[in-house]
């Protein structure tokens, strides 16, 4: 599974990104698979951000609800995060993420940098 993930940048606080993961080689149907943002700041661990599943259903993190929105499209095998009223915590390293057969596949991870 090839998972290449775009978008990342560097906002000011209060912007918006969106980011976008394309999902490649799998040999589950995209749309049976659940997949997940997550993310990454310097020194500190890698946190789960925001989840979708195949039909939709979608989980949020305490720390990104009302401002991030996770959603796919299945015809493209593509998962989006919608990241909105950007704050400096949100700078870190984001990876999109899918389990397979039971195997985790991680993108390489898109850089987003909230500063002024």
């Known amino acids: 599974v090839q998972l290449q993930a775009s978008g990342g940048g560097l906002v000011r606080p209060g912007g918006s990104l969106r980011l976008s993961c394309v999902f490649s080689?799998?040999?589950?149907?995209?749309?049976?698979?659940?997949v997940d943002w997550y993310r990454q700041a310097p020194g500190k661990r890698r946190d789960l951000v925001a989840s979708?599943?195949?039909?939709?259903?979608?989980h949020y993190e305490d720390f990104v609800r009302g401002r991030f929105t996770i959603s796919r499209d299945n015809a493209k095998n593509t998962v989006y995060l919608q990241m909105n009223s950007l704050k400096s915590e949100d700078t870190a390293t984001y990876f999109c993420?899918?389990?397979?057969?039971?195997?985790?596949?991680w993108g390489k991870g898109t850089q987003v940098t909230v500063s002024s």
């Open positions: 979708v599943n195949g039909g939709g259903f979608t």
């Open positions: 080689e799998m040999t589950q149907n995209f749309d049976t698979v659940d």
């Open positions: 993420h899918l389990v397979e057969w039971g195997v985790h596949y």
